[in-house]
T-cell receptor
Framework: DTGVSQDPRHKITKRGQNVTFRCDPI?????LYWYRQTLGQGPEFLTYFQNEAQLEKSRLLSDRFSAERPKGSFSTLEIQRTEQGDSAMYLC???????????FGEGSRLTVL | GEDVEQSLFLSVREGDSSVINCTYT??????LYWYKQEPGAGLQLLTY?????DMKQDQRLTVLLNKKDKHLSLRIADTQTGDSAIYFCAVTPGNDYKLSFGAGTTVTVRA
């Protein structure tokens, strides 16, 4: 395992459809984060997990967004009834306990038509 | 979240040093990071510094932290064409690693 992996890398969908992204963190990293990055901006925090517990959700995460990490390993981010404003890069990151190093994946780019 | 400000663009000649600056508002920031992003890619962690440090050097990279002025800088020595990318400054107030990012500085290296 060489890094954080995300799938799919690109997703094009029609408005109103549901999409799901998957993130596999670095092995044994207990913390996992989701960020959203729009064009020309820095990433914005969405939510994070410690093991399987979702510890915090940003106000950016509307009711249409849900994230899970059922076994404390991989995580999924689902967006229901997608809107054009959801078009962005969704980034996943992970870190171990108290290391100070937060590693990001390559991201999943969502385009909502 | 807190505000993190960066200049948007920097153009530098190949072989020269690049200096990218960042200011932040939260004085309780404990971890401060620099990430690199190439087109269409994710974020690559370049280096980070703890708030109890003033400087950190790692090969061609030097990070300087001025806590009084809440100013962070990244110096890249002997800048190469492969250094052309967007550089993000990010800070976090504690060990939850919930980072607040700047908008990024686009560095262009010209021959």
């Amino acid at each position: 395992d060489t890094g954080v992996s995300q799938d799919p890398r690109h997703k094009i969908t029609k408005r109103g459809q549901n999409v799901t992204f998957r993130c596999d963190p670095i092995s044994e990293h207990n913390r996992l984060y989701w960020y959203r990055q729009t064009l020309g901006q820095g990433p914005e925090f969405l939510t994070y997990f410690q093991n399987e517990a979702q510890l915090e959700k940003s106000r950016l995460l509307s009711d249409r967004f849900s994230a899970e990490r059922p076994k404390g390993s991989f995580s999924t981010l689902e967006i229901q009834r997608t809107e054009q404003g959801d078009s962005a890069m969704y980034l996943c990151a992970s870190t171990g306990q108290n290391t100070g190093e937060l590693f990001f994946g390559e991201g999943s780019r969502l385009t909502v038509l | 979240g807190e505000d993190v400000e960066q200049s948007l663009f920097l153009s530098v000649r190949e072989g020269d040093s690049s200096v990218i600056n960042c200011t932040y508002t939260d004085s309780s920031s404990t971890y401060l990071y620099w990430y690199k992003q190439e087109p269409g890619a994710g974020l690559q962690l370049l280096t980070y510094i703890f708030s109890n440090m003033d400087m950190k050097q790692d090969q061609r990279l030097t990070v300087l932290l001025n806590k009084k002025d809440k100013h962070l800088s990244l110096r890249i020595a002997d800048t190469q064409t492969g250094d052309s990318a967007i550089y993000f400054c990010a800070v976090t107030p504690g060990n939850d690693y919930k980072l607040s990012f700047g908008a990024g500085t686009t560095v262009t290296v010209r021959a």
